[in-house]
Nanobody
């Protein structure tokens, strides 16, 4: 069992940066790939970025070059660094855990979800 709690959301101007954190509880954290999804108003939840236990990453094309993900396995933490933010990045961001890097990209294959944190980018 893994429980995920996000923090760090807020309001930022376009071009700015924001860092989200996800605290994971549970002894099996290191066995999961971790990632982030987002859901904008009126839209479906979409994959953003993911990372394996060993640090291999995968990105959605829309965030390549702007967002990075990292994890601290010793402290059961995952971070999403978002730079050069755009108004279209406005969404609720969800931390997610899945069994593989392939699975972390697919909403239906996510094993655990956080409750979400709001990110709003003003123009």
């Amino acid at each position: 069992q893994v429980q995920l709690v996000e923090s760090g959301g807020g309001l930022v101007q376009a071009g700015g940066s924001l860092r989200l954190a996800c605290a994971a509880s549970g002894r099996t954290f290191s066995g999961y790939a971790m990632g982030w999804f987002r859901q904008a108003p009126g839209k479906e939840r979409e994959f953003v970025i993911g990372i394996t236990n060993g640090g291999i990453t995968t990105y959605a094309d829309s965030v390549k070059g702007r967002f990075t993900i990292s994890r601290d396995n010793a402290n059961n933490m995952v971070y999403l660094q978002m730079n050069r933010l755009k108004p279209e990045d406005t969404a609720v961001y969800y931390c997610a855990a899945a069994r593989s890097l392939t699975a972390i990209r697919v909403q239906g294959r996510i094993d655990y979800w956080g409750q979400g944190t709001q990110v709003t980018v003003s123009s």
